[in-house]
C-alpha cells in the first residue's frame, strides 16, 4: 500500500500539460477543488469525471497511476460510504433490518461525498505527477510574493511546503522498505485486532522516525554547504512565464465551472 501513494511524485513525461506554468496549474487545481464542491448531486461528476480523463491522458499518465493513487484512501472510502449509507437521514427507506435502516437519499449521499474524495485526490495528484518539485516552488513562492510587503516570508514557505510534499514519497518508500525487513525479522503487521496491529506499528515508527530525522539533517547540511541564505537576492535560472497554452488550461476550467454550475442547478 505504501508503494500506492503518488502524491510528490514526478512523472516524467513530455506532454502539454508538463509544460504548463506551473502558477496556472497551482491555480487551476485550487479551482478544481474549488469546483468539486459546488457539485450537488452524483449526476453531476459526470463532467468532472471526463475533465480528469482528459487531462491524465492530455499529460501522459497512465489510468493505472491515476487510480493508484486513491488506492491508499480505500479505507477512508469505505468508512465514508459505509457512515452515510446507514446513518444518513432520508425518507425513502430502500430496506431495513433492525436497527439498520438504508435509505435512497443514504445511498445517494454515500456515492456523492465518496466519488467528491476521490476527485479530489486525482486533481491533485495530477498536479505533482506533472511538476518538478524546484519549478513548484517557484510556482509558490510567484503565487505569495505579493505577501512580502507585510513581511511574509514567501520563498522560506514555498520551500518547505515543498520539502514536505517532496518527502512524501521518500518515507513512504524508506517505510515499506523497513516494514520488509521487520518482517523477514518474524515481524507481524496484519493479524490480530486493533489494538494488536497498532502495537505491531511501533517497531516501524521508531525507526521511520529516525530515518526522517537523519533525511532531514543530511538536507539541511547539503543547502548549508551550498550557502543557501534564503530567498533575498536569489536569482532565477528559469524565468516563469504564462502563454497560449496555459490560456487553453484556464479556459477549459472556466468552461467545466459552466457546465458544473448549469448541472448543480438544473439537474
Do not use: W
Not at 19 to 47: C, E, H, M, Q
Not at 183 to 188: E, P, V
Amino acid at each position: 500500500m505504501l508503494r500506492d501513494i503518488t502524491l510528490g511524485q514526478y512523472y516524467p513525461v513530455p506532454s502539454p500539460v508538463h509544460r504548463l506554468d506551473p502558477r496556472v496549474k497551482i491555480l487551476l487545481t485550487f479551482a478544481f477543488i474549488v469546483g468539486v464542491f459546488f457539485v450537488g448531486s452524483p449526476l453531476g461528476y459526470v463532467p468532472i469525471a471526463l475533465y480528469i480523463l482528459f487531462a491524465s491522458h492530455l499529460a501522459g499518465l497512465p489510468l493505472k497511476m491515476m487510480l493508484r493513487s486513491i488506492k491508499p484512501l480505500r479505507i477512508l472510502l469505505i468508512f465514508t460510504f459505509v457512515l452515510n449509507l446507514f446513518f444518513g437521514s432520508g425518507e425513502t427507506q430502500i430496506f431495513k433490518l433492525g436497527f439498520i435502516r438504508v435509505t435512497q437519499e443514504g445511498l445517494l449521499n454515500a456515492v456523492h461525498f465518496s466519488l467528491r474524495l476521490i476527485f479530489l485526490v486525482m486533481g491533485s495528484s495530477i498536479m505533482t505527477l506533472t511538476t518538478p518539485p524546484v519549478t513548484l516552488t517557484d510556482g509558490l513562492e510567484s503565487l505569495v510574493s505579493p505577501l512580502k510587503v507585510v513581511k511574509f516570508p514567501a520563498h522560506e514557505m514555498a520551500m518547505m511546503m515543498t520539502i514536505a510534499l517532496r518527502f512524501i514519497p521518500t518515507l513512504a518508500e524508506e517505510a515499506d522498505k523497513i516494514m520488509k525487513a521487520q518482517t523477514a525479522r518474524g515481524a507481524d503487521f496484519s493479524s490480530g485486532n486493533l489494538r494488536q496491529r497498532a502495537k505491531s506499528l511501533i517497531p516501524l515508527l521508531v525507526p521511520l522516525f529516525v530515518s526522517a530525522f537523519r533525511r532531514a539533517g543530511d538536507l539541511a547540511m547539503a543547502m548549508e554547504s551550498r550557502c543557501y541564505r534564503g530567498g533575498e537576492g536569489r536569482t532565477r535560472l528559469h524565468i516563469l512565464k504564462a502563454g497560449r497554452r496555459d490560456l487553453v488550461a484556464v479556459l477549459s476550467m472556466v468552461l467545466l465551472y459552466a457546465v458544473v454550475l448549469v448541472m448543480a442547478r438544473y439537474v
